[in-house]
């Protein structure tokens, strides 16, 4: 059994919504869905298919409902951040893998 260390400084809210994740390695978008979010960070699912590695500088992309980008002028919220934990184990039943990304 291994122990687990927390890490987090910030509280997690739980929110299930589509996310899409630009890799410029791989040159393209990933679809995927957020799993839970805090100021500084998040933790999403994506395919396990996608070319992912901890450390990986990827573009997350928050869409916006039509009210929500009329009301905020922008049509998504963009966050810039670095790959910081890959779940590979235990979301392989769904063909997805949770991917912890801290934001810059």
């Not at 393209?28 to 839970?36: A, D, E, L």
């Not at 500088?57 to 910081?84: M, S």
Request: charged fraction near 20%.
């Amino acid at each position: 059994m291994q122990a687990t260390i927390e890490q987090r400084t910030e509280s997690r809210n739980s929110v299930s919504w589509p996310v899409s994740v630009w890799m410029p390695d791989a040159n393209r978008f990933f679809n995927g869905r957020s799993c839970n979010i805090s100021r500084t960070g998040v933790f999403i699912t994506l395919p396990v298919t996608t070319p992912i590695q901890a450390g990986n500088v990827v573009e997350v992309n928050f869409p916006r409902t039509q009210t929500l980008a009329e009301e905020k002028g922008q049509y998504a919220r963009i966050k810039t951040g670095r790959v910081v934990r890959i779940d590979r184990e235990h979301l392989l039943d769904n063909a997805e893998v949770g991917v912890g990304i801290a934001f810059n």
